[in-house]
């Protein structure tokens, strides 16, 4: 059985920092693109950063470019999300998801982790 277990998310004050993971299982991930979403309540799920199967290239969401870092360890099937200087807009579930590329990542990711909640007060 395939899974995306996501972990690091809680409750950090504005201007702190979170790392999240996120560990596959059940299959190799390691010619596949990841990356993380997230979603706050009453939005739309949002798309945050994708990393390609290398790690060379990356894509970011405006709202986080500069504060969030993606990176992964395909030796540990895990990809990770380093957030610095976190706001309170950043508060809502962070989702981690694997594709084929970035693009199809964005457009309709074919596996999905359970989420994880980051909160971020002011």
């Known amino acids: 059985q395939v899974q995306l277990v996501e972990s690091g998310g809680g409750l950090v004050q504005a201007g702190g920092s979170l790392r999240l993971s996120c560990a596959a299982s059940?299959?190799?991930?390691?010619?596949?693109?990841m990356g993380w979403f997230r979603q706050a309540p009453g939005k739309e799920r949002e798309f945050v950063g994708g990393?390609?199967?290398?790690?060379?290239?990356?894509q970011y969401a405006d709202s986080v470019k500069g504060r969030f870092t993606i990176s992964r360890d395909n030796a540990k099937n895990t990809v990770y999300l380093q957030m610095n200087s976190l706001k309170p807009e950043d508060t809502a579930v962070y989702y981690c998801?694997?594709?084929?590329?970035?693009?199809?990542?964005?457009?309709?990711?074919?596996?999905w982790g359970q989420g994880t909640q980051v909160t971020v007060s002011s």
């Open positions: 059940g299959r190799s991930f390691n010619r596949d693109a």
């Open positions: 998801a694997a594709a084929t590329t970035i693009g199809v990542l964005v457009g309709a990711a074919d596996y």
């Open positions: 990393i390609t199967w290398s790690g060379l290239g990356k």
